[in-house]
C-alpha cells in the first residue's frame, strides 16, 4: 500500500503542476493578481508531492519491497543501505523522478527569489516551468512509473529468494514472466504451480551458463 502512496503523490504533483501553469500564464496573461498569486503555492504543493513520491520509492528500495519490478530489476538484499538509497535513481525511470524532483525544487527556488521581479514576468516563469513538469511527471506516469508491482501473481520475491535465487536483474525478470503466464490465464495464479514454473525459469538459466 505504501508504494501505491508513491504513485499517488505522483498523481497529485502533477495535477498540481498543471494549476501552477495555468494560473502563471492565464494570470499574467489577463493581468489576474490573483491568478498570479496562486502560482507559487501551487509550485510549493507540487515540490511536497513529488518529493513524497521519491520518498516513497527510496523507502521500497530501503525495505527490500521486491514486489516491486523496479526494485526487483535493480536492487538485492545484500546491497548496503547507502548502495540500495543511490540505487533509487540508477535506472530510467527512477532517474527521471529524480530529474522531476530536481525541476520541482528550482521551481520553488524561482518562486521564492524572483518576488523582487515585476509579478507577470515571475507568474510566466512559473507558469512555464510548470509546463516542463507536466511533461516530466505525464511521461513517467504513462510509461515509465517506477511504481508498477509484480501483481497479481500469488508469489513474491521473497517466494524466490527461498528458491535460492538471487534479486538482480534475472530475478525482476523471472517475476515479470510469472506476471505474463498469470494475465494470460488467471487460472494458473496458484502458489505451488508459479513456483514450480520459477524453478523451471532459473534452471533455464542455469543451462543457458
Not at 153 to 181: K, Q, S
Amino acid at each position: 500500500m505504501v508504494v501505491e502512496l508513491g504513485l499517488f503523490a505522483l498523481v497529485i504533483s502533477c495535477l498540481l503542476a498543471t494549476l501552477q501553469a495555468f494560473f502563471g500564464l492565464a494570470g499574467a496573461h489577463y493581468g489576474n493578481r490573483r491568478w498570479m498569486a496562486a502560482a507559487r503555492p501551487a509550485v510549493t504543493g507540487q515540490w511536497v508531492f513529488i518529493a513524497l513520491s521519491f520518498a516513497v520509492l527510496s523507502w521500497a528500495f530501503y525495505k527490500n519491497d521486491f514486489s516491486v519490478l523496479y526494485v526487483a530489476s535493480n536492487s538485492n538484499s545484500e546491497l548496503p543501505t547507502f548502495y540500495r538509497f543511490t540505487a533509487v535513481w540508477g535506472a530510467h525511470e527512477g532517474s527521471l523522478l529524480l530529474w522531476a524532483l530536481a525541476l520541482s525544487t528550482w521551481s520553488v527556488a524561482v518562486g521564492i527569489w524572483s518576488r523582487d521581479l515585476p509579478e507577470t514576468y515571475a507568474a510566466r516563469v512559473l507558469g512555464v516551468l510548470g509546463f516542463v513538469s507536466i511533461g516530466f511527471q505525464l511521461f513517467i506516469l504513462l510509461t515509465s512509473s517506477p511504481f508498477e508491482r509484480l501483481l497479481p501473481a500469488a508469489v513474491d520475491g521473497r517466494d524466490l529468494i527461498g528458491l535460492g535465487l538471487r534479486p538482480g536483474p534475472r530475478f525482476g525478470e523471472i517475476l515479470g514472466a510469472l506476471l505474463e503466464w498469470v494475465l494470460e490465464d488467471p487460472s494458473r495464479n496458484r502458489r505451488e504451480l508459479l513456483l514450480e514454473r520459477a524453478s523451471r525459469l532459473a534452471g533455464e538459466e542455469g543451462g543457458d551458463g
